[in-house]
């Protein structure tokens, strides 16, 4: 039986990633900070444990064959452009300690979760943005903070596999979303964001979108998103792979999707004070096809209805007489 070790297995992608590889018959030990937050892990091990410190890796990462590297502080939009030096410091240790500790403790492939936030702001000025290739990355100007740190661990990866034969993976996802994802508290992303601001706001109705909603982006829906990262762990290619979907969209284009889902009226109020990052993303898949014989197949409308759903549910649970929903909009 392989034994594997993922990191970040308390956050969104690591959950559903556990709950993927056990069902494909392999032991997991999960590692967060935190439990799950909304359904218990399927992890054979759970430790809780604080990856900036080195020896906590070092026993994270004990006695296992594959290491898929999660964990990051991080979050939407709104957290990365605010919180740039504790981003930095905190997945900066904790990426080093978990790349080290796996080669001292004789770990045969890594994986790292790199981000479309690496791509240089130049190359996305404008909302009808040419989709980005793998080489589009240099010379690189990245998102400053978040962007930078992954960019450096990219090659960190790439140094470790050269000079010490560890085999590395490089996923750059690109907007992943769908159930079991943070939807409040100022971590979420604008999937997630848009549905819960739906799903409180009456049947008529005004929400507030960041920007002035023409920004555009590309969406991968968390099922295709684990899938495509076991076959790149499976795969021998050692280049920084996309991983997203090419169907691109405007904010103002998802809050339409998102009200038409919910069946609500729902008028926009624009606030330009807000962070919207760069003013297109979206990914050329023209080298994952050809690298994993395969792509992302769950078109947005679909995945977002699915997403809707269990954020409403969550929102009306909140907001059930036990106590007053209190999150902001
Ligand atoms: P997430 O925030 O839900 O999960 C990250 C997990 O890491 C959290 O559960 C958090 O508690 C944990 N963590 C943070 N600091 C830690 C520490 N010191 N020790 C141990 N655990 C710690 O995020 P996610 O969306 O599941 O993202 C997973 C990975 O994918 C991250 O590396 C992220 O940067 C990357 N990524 C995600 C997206 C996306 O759209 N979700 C896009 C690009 C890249």
Redesign the pocket.
Known sequence: MTRVLV??????????LVSYLVQRGYWVRG????L??FAPTDAQEFL??????WE?CLAATAGVDQVY???????GIGFIETNKAVIVR??T??NMHTIEAARQNGVGRLL??????IYPGYRQNSPDVTPLRESDAYPADPEDG?GWE?LYMERTCRHYTEDFGLETRV???????GPL??YDGG?E?SPAAICRKVAMAEPEDTIEVWGDGEQTRS??YIDD?VEGIYRLMRSEHREPLNLGTDELISINGLVDMVATIAGKRISKQYDLTKPQGVRGRNSDNTELRRVLGWEPSVVLGEGMARTYEWIEAQVQTACSPTGAYSASA
């Open positions: 990191t970040g297995a308390g956050g969104f992608i690591g959950h559903h590692v967060d900070l935190k799950p937050e809780q444990l604080d990856l900036r410190s906590n590297a999660l964990a990051a502080n991080m979050g905190d997945n240790l904790i790292y979760t790199s981000s479309a936030c978040y992954k996923v750059r996802f690109h907007n992943i979303y994802g943070t971590r992303k969406y991968c998103c």
